[in-house]
């Protein structure tokens, strides 16, 4: 059952870039969240959205929010990944797709790619916006429109 807007999202946990434990729990009701799930490290879409929010990742902190990449490429990659690219945010392996089953991303080219969808979480965990394009960066741009609604 994928999520919907309105809908508050379930805990979840996974590893981040560095092999850390991250709990979701740490962040909700102290900041809104915008969680992407992208295909693949280091393929052309996905770098550049990275670097788009990368390079707007001021703007999202400066609103309070904190920025969560998922895709089931392994710790080592994000690292990987995270470091070639000067990447300031959040990377989560989810390398058994259980992140993205709970929330329901589907998958995008007739079951080929993994799905890229964004979603804006408010700090109570509920969802605000659900973005999905395989245009990369139109996330970032709807994302921070997102949030500054929800801020203002």
Known sequence: ???RVGDKISNFKGKDANGNDFNIESI???????????????TSICTAQACSFRDQYEEFTDLGAEVIGVSSDSVASHKDF????????????DSDKKIRTLFGVP???????????????????????????IKGQNHIVKALESIKKLVS
């Open 1 to 3: 059952m994928a999520l």
């Open 28 to 42: 909700i009701g102290k900041k809104p969240i915008v969680i992407y799930f992208y295909p693949k490290d280091n």
């Open 82 to 93: 995270a470091k070639e690219h000067q990447l300031p945010f959040i990377l989560l392996s």
């Open 107 to 133: 998958s995008a080219l007739f079951g080929l790619l993994p799905g890229r969808v964004t979603y804006v979480v408010d700090k109570k965990g509920v969802v605000q916006l659900i973005f999905n394009s």
